[in-house]
């Protein structure tokens, strides 16, 4: 919120609202379309490659390290889904000693909880880290207005991050997966959005005297 020009593609924040309305705009371009911002974890995209909305649900809170935000247009290095910019997260250094945990509780059965971990012992280091949250929620149109139909929006979901980094003689290999489960309604009876995912990536990197190969 403190970087000019960029804003949610909804009002509404990722846990009162449905995952597929999570994208993001950069520059204030398309506002009411497909959004035109790249989101990367650690060079991968977090988009969703069909509609472009972003399951922020997916990635625990723990797991960021740092944000950087390019506003400029950025199509020529990462294509069409960055022609309103990039928005890179980082996730900790498996070689950084941490740990962590976060616990939090309100009204309406609210409450949620945030572990994160992670350092390393010769050759092998390593980072995990994951977030539950769980609330009944509130009816979601005036009490004038509602009826027999409409009920609370309530959410719960969990996900969770690891990954794992092996240096030896032969290079650095570097393993990472993450991904969610996210149940809510939509203040309907007739409603309910269910979703589970997850992703997978691999890196392997190599000094060659004067140059670096990268995989």
Do not use: C
């Not at 790249?38 to 944000?67: K, Y």
């Amino acid at each position: 919120r403190s970087v000019s020009g960029f804003s949610l593609f909804r009002r509404s924040p990722s846990r009162a609202s449905n995952p597929t309305t999570h994208g993001v705009t950069l520059r204030g371009l398309s506002a009411s379309g497909a959004s035109r911002g790249l989101v990367l974890l650690d060079g991968v995209p977090l988009n969703e490659g069909f509609g472009g909305w972003v399951t922020w649900t997916r990635l625990p809170t723990d797991a960021l390290d740092s944000v950087r935000v390019n506003r400029g247009a950025g199509g020529d290095t990462f294509g069409s889904d960055a022609l309103g910019g990039v928005i890179s997260l980082e996730t900790p250094s498996t070689r950084r000693r941490l740990t962590s945990m976060t616990g939090q509780f309100g009204s309406r059965n609210a409450g949620g909880l945030d572990i994160a971990g992670g350092g390393g012992r010769e050759s092998v280091s390593a980072f995990g880290a994951m977030s539950w949250f769980r609330t009944d929620g509130v009816v979601p149109v005036a009490p004038e207005s509602a009826g027999a139909v409409d009920v609370p929006a309530d959410a719960d979901w969990v996900n969770g991050l690891g990954k794992i980094a092996f240096q030896s003689r032969a290079g650095l290999f570097i393993g990472a997966g993450w991904g969610g489960r996210d149940d809510r309604g939509n203040g309907t009876v007739q409603q309910r959005n269910r979703m589970t995912g997850g992703t997978f990536a691999g890196e392997y990197a190599r000094v060659l005297q004067d140059f670096t190969v990268n995989v």
